[in-house]
T-cell receptor, first 112, second 115 residues
């Protein structure tokens, strides 16, 4: 079982560039979410989805877009990268809201 | 929204000793409290969770206690081993309202177990 797969593992961007962080899960989970992890800040919710075609904002959504065209995939798009978006990004999925969340291995993003 | 406070931020113990990490939450609607362990370079992994209808749950060397009246919950690790060294996160989630099912995390505790 692959679980939650994130690509890439590492990425360096220049300020102003755009990119998409990929997230795929093979557990047929309805609920998926994106978090960013910064030193001393824990995990903060960026966007989440309760099923295909449905997305909503979390605590820190500015500068990010998401879409959910299939149950399996939940990509996160950075529209115009800024140094403040330097962080480690985690995708997670769960069978339902309030159920165990399974996390991917993370994407370490540096914006210079 | 929910606010989860976690203490301490760092914790060092000798192998074999016990470790306790404490969290408080603010939203009385929260009823699901998971604990995650994050090893270096990896994503968080659930180690134990508790729901508001119980006060304590154990799984081998790990236990979690919940006091709903005081809005705090704690992680207890007994007979610590070097492989317990990691960052631990508590979280809270509500079963109703506009934040249904969203996980709110504490800031994490770096646990170091010295051999």
């Amino acid at each position: 079982n692959a679980g939650v797969t994130q690509t890439p593992k590492f990425q360096v961007l220049k300020t102003g560039q755009s990119m998409t962080l990929q997230c795929a899960q093979d557990m047929n989970h309805e609920y998926m979410s994106w978090y960013r992890q910064d030193p001393g800040m824990g995990l903060r919710l960026i966007h989440y989805s309760v099923g295909a075609g449905i997305t909503d904002q979390g605590e820190v959504p500015n500068g990010y877009n998401v879409s959910r065209s299939t149950t399996e995939d939940f990509p996160l798009r950075l529209l115009s990268a800024a140094p403040s978006q330097t962080s480690v990004y985690f995708c997670a999925s769960s069978f339902d809201r309030g159920a165990e969340a399974f996390f991917g291995q993370g994407t370490r993003l540096t914006v210079v | 929204g929910e606010n989860v406070e976690q203490h301490p931020s760092t914790l060092s113990v000798q192998e074999g000793d016990s470790a306790v990490i404490k969290c408080t939450y603010s939203d009385s609607a929260s009823n699901y409290f998971p604990w995650y362990k994050q090893e270096l370079g990896k994503g968080p992994q659930l180690i134990i969770d508790i729901r508001s209808n119980v006060g304590e749950k154990k799984d081998q060397r790990i236990a979690v206690t919940l006091n709903k009246t005081a809005k705090h919950f704690s992680l207890h690790i007994t007979e610590t081993q070097p492989e317990d060294s990691a960052v631990y996160f508590c979280a809270a989630s509500a079963s109703r309202g506009s934040t249904l099912g969203r996980l709110y995390f504490g800031r994490g505790t770096q646990l170091t177990v010295w051999p």
